[in-house]
């Protein structure tokens, strides 16, 4: 039998970090409220499996949100058992899987409650409950997906009126929470909605799940009368803006790190990479990594990006490839073939961390640990 050879790229996720960082934002709710923890798209690119299952284990989340079926149909084959929110609404073919696999949908207007209605009644999925939990979604600015804030009493009594439906939520998601001084629109964002949440109850009867706050509201807004969070970058350890309030203290989860594999002693002149876009202007040692753009380390980084060898920064020069990346190691380096390169974390003194890398590509932090393939090997720690 062969012996899988370890990858060239490992991101190592430190999920006592996660359980540290969940620990804090829960400091932050109101007494007695939830917290959904959002594990879409690879849990921001850590592991959706191995995080849910973390978060399962130490009691961390109420719930858990993904953005698509398969996501939470990968979670349930690994026998992950918390409510699952599908964050936006099914069109009528995802219907059967998504309460196959037990989610909790989202409503968002009069046509996905029929359908999500009629699906039910037809046993779509194979499923036996007789009524599917929902959440309805309602649009306070940020301009997406859900129902108008006027028509949020109107729909939930449809909601409550259609066989096979439990109204269990009222959401919204809030476009510049994030912003430290957004002049006030966040704060009369949510009274507003909350004002069509209490005509709702009125209306209705009480919903158990009353939630808008991601992670910059969490952080910096009152959540008084909300019973549920929705955290998601703040849980991997970063702030969502670098002007949102650091109310409570959070911890990097994520460590990328390869090694070096080639090294080359070159000349004043010499080029480097695709595109000749960069010259050594006097002698030194070129290190070579086997990390590109392939594995999520992005193309942005040519030419300005740093990587950590042997506990200092070197840059990156030329053109990152589709599979390596190539590094001025400097005309002193004594660093050997197999020395570790850390391009994203710490190593010694130095740390690169995610608003670094976010800066240098112009982006936020949620793509850059987004954008780690599935060629990097994710290890739980």
Not at 71 to 87: N, S, T, Y
Request: aromatic share 4%; proline share 5%; charged share 20%.
């Amino acid at each position: 039998m062969s012996t899988r050879p370890p990858s060239p790229v490992i991101a190592t996720i430190d999920l006592q970090a996660i359980t540290d960082n969940v620990t804090a934002l829960r400091t932050r709710l109101p007494a007695g409220a939830g917290l959904l923890v959002a594990v879409k798209a690879n849990a921001y690119g850590h592991g959706a499996v191995a995080v849910a299952q973390h978060l399962e284990r130490h009691d961390l989340a109420d719930l858990l949100g993904v953005a698509t079926v398969p996501e939470a149909d990968e979670l349930r084959a690994a026998g992950v058992g918390l409510p699952i929110l599908k964050l936006s609404h099914c069109l009528p073919d995802e219907l059967p899987a998504a309460l196959e696999a037990g989610c909790e949908l989202t409503i968002v207007d009069e046509a996905t409650a029929r359908a999500a209605s009629a699906a039910v009644a037809a046993g779509a999925g194979g499923t036996t409950t007789s009524a599917a939990r929902v959440h309805l979604k309602l649009d306070s600015g940020m301009g997406r997906i859900g129902a108008p804030l006027g028509d949020g009493v109107e729909l939930a009594r449809l909601v409550r009126s259609l066989p096979g439906l439990d109204l269990v939520g009222v959401f919204t998601h809030l476009p510049i929470a994030d912003l430290g001084d957004d002049g006030g629109f966040t704060d009369d964002e949510l009274a507003a909605f909350l004002s069509v949440v209490a005509g709702i109850e009125a209306d209705s009867g009480p919903l158990q799940w009353v939630h808008a706050a991601n992670s910059g509201a969490l952080l910096a807004h009152d959540l008084t009368g909300f019973t549920l969070a929705r955290p998601g970058i703040a849980v991997y350890g970063c702030y969502p803006d670098a002007t949102t309030p650091r109310t409570v203290p959070l911890r990097q989860v994520m460590r990328v790190a390869t090694r070096l594999f080639f090294r080359k002693w070159v000349e004043p002149g010499t080029s480097i990479g695709y595109g000749r876009t960069w010259t050594a202007s006097s002698g030194t040692w070129i290190g070579t990594v086997p990390i590109g753009y392939g594995d999520g380390f992005s193309r942005l980084n040519s030419n300005r990006g740093q990587v950590l060898v042997n506990g200092r920064r070197v840059p990156v020069v030329g053109r990152v490839c589709m599979d390596q990346t190539m590094v001025d190691l400097g005309p002193d380096s004594s660093d050997a073939v197999g020395d570790e390169v850390v391009v994203l974390g710490g190593q010694g003194d130095e740390f690169i961390s995610t608003d670094e890398l976010a800066g240098l590509m112009g982006t936020i932090s949620y793509e850059v640990t987004c954008l780690f393939t599935d060629r990097v090997e994710r290890r739980h720690s």
